[in-house]
């Protein structure tokens, strides 16, 4: 029987039977390269070259062959997490604006929050409604938002139809690692998935039945990281938006009677105005200011020498005298209010930044009332309550039936009262 030496580093071991070294050589200890010697050979020799360990080395050879190579074309996790998180973004944006408008007066404490909302039970509806919106994308156009920025796609394995595997598999997203779309708790699962896929194997939900290919290029998952990011603050911006359009609504649906001192009409005059006389010349000229609304008003009326003048002549005479003051932007548009003549127009304070000035007169008898609203750093159909306002307070104005004494010129009956205007250049 032939024993063998061998060679570990600097370590020498041995002898060892021919039968003891094959043990050695399956359990690793022996490599094809190791170095082996015994009684009648001339020098050392590579175990490689022992015929005794040749089907040894050749088993372990074949095993590693048959190890399959990583393939190059499977999506790595951080493209598919950000593929996940614009459409999460995109859908919550598109269905759940909207949603929430039409809820708003159902629930008015969710309403157009919906797509940003903290509560529960919202988060877990949205969370579902975005499941069934990206199973509908994914049957009839085999992609999503998301996955086409990032490049990725779904290969169905599952021998099911695609309608069937696509809802199988949003299900088990939304209750195995969205856990129902409850906040927090769905981190568990999510970090269980990434070291999953990192490691090249198939996520829970694709196990047998589905693989994600992608490009892997990091422009893709870039991108798809900037569409979930511009989505995100569109979506918090539009929010805001109308927001500020129900605060003013919440504002202007607190009002109270005000009662016009020249013709003993009342007007519903929201609680945000603050209301003031200015002393005129001629006739009558009531100031109002709103902080909350950076909005101003002048309104009063002043007598005329004849009935019935035409408003659209008058608003242009009218026009000219404030020339200095307003720069009008506009024609006037003539309509009708409570049945007299009414005429409008829309124009800019030069003078002042950002303020935008709508005049609308009313010719009612030998009255002319007239009522300038200044609206700053916004357009004035930005302003929610804007067409209410003019036609709850010019529906004060009536005939006053005063004398056409006239104590002041062209020039000074209503250009000089438009000093008043409290808006300052910013």
Request: with cysteine; net charge neutral.
């Amino acid at each position: 029987m032939t024993y063998w030496h061998y060679k570990l580093g600097r370590k020498q071991g041995g002898p060892v039977s021919a039968e003891d070294l094959g043990v050695l050589a399956r359990k690793g200890t022996i490599k094809p390269e190791t170095l082996l010697w015994h009684p009648g050979l001339a020098d050392w020799v590579n175990a490689s070259e022992a015929s005794e360990l040749s089907l040894c080395f050749e088993s372990d050879m074949s095993d590693k062959e048959s190890d399959p190579l990583p393939d190059p074309t499977i999506a790595g996790p951080w493209p598919r997490f950000w593929a996940r998180l614009a459409d999460e973004m995109i859908i919550g944006a598109v269905v759940g604006l909207p949603f929430g408008y039409l809820i708003r007066p159902h629930l008015p404490e969710i309403g157009v929050n919906f797509p940003a909302a903290d509560n529960l039970l919202t988060i877990v509806m949205l969370a579902a409604i975005t499941s069934i919106v990206l199973w509908g994308a994914m049957t009839l156009f085999g992609t999503t938002p998301g996955k086409l920025v990032a490049g990725l796609r779904v290969e169905n394995r599952s021998g099911m139809p695609d309608w069937q595997f696509y809802m199988t598999r949003e299900f088990r997203i939304w209750f195995f690692v969205n856990t129902v779309g409850v906040p927090y708790l769905s981190i568990i699962p999510c970090i269980l998935q990434y070291r999953r896929v990192a490691k090249g194997r198939p996520a829970w939900y694709d196990e047998g039945a589905a693989i994600v290919r992608g490009k892997g290029r990091l422009s893709r998952s870039a991108a798809a990281a900037a569409t979930a990011a511009v989505t995100f603050m569109l979506t918090v911006m539009a929010i805001g938006y109308m927001n500020m359009l129900r605060a003013e609504e919440r504002m202007a649906s607190s009002y109270r009677y005000w009662e016009n001192p020249a013709t003993g009409k009342k007007a519903d005059l929201w609680s945000t105005w603050v209301f003031g006389e200015i002393k005129a010349d001629s006739g009558k000229l009531y100031h109002f200011t709103s902080d909350k609304l950076t909005s101003e008003i002048l309104f009063g009326y002043e007598p005329m020498d004849q009935p019935s003048v035409d408003a659209v002549a008058y608003g242009e005479a009218l026009q000219s005298v404030i020339a200095e003051d307003i720069s009008v932007n506009g024609k006037w548009e003539p309509f009708k209010l409570n049945g007299f003549d009414a005429a409008r127009v829309t124009g800019i304070e030069p003078k002042l930044k950002d303020v935008n000035v709508e005049l609308t007169v009313v010719i009612v008898g030998r009255s002319a009332w007239r009522m300038l609203l200044f609206v700053e750093g916004r357009p004035l159909t930005k302003l929610a309550i804007r067409e209410v306002l003019i036609h709850s307070l010019l529906s004060t104005a009536k005939d006053i039936n005063v004398p056409a004494s006239m104590p002041c010129d062209d020039e000074t009956c209503f250009s000089a009262l438009l000093s008043i205007v409290r808006f300052a250049p910013s």
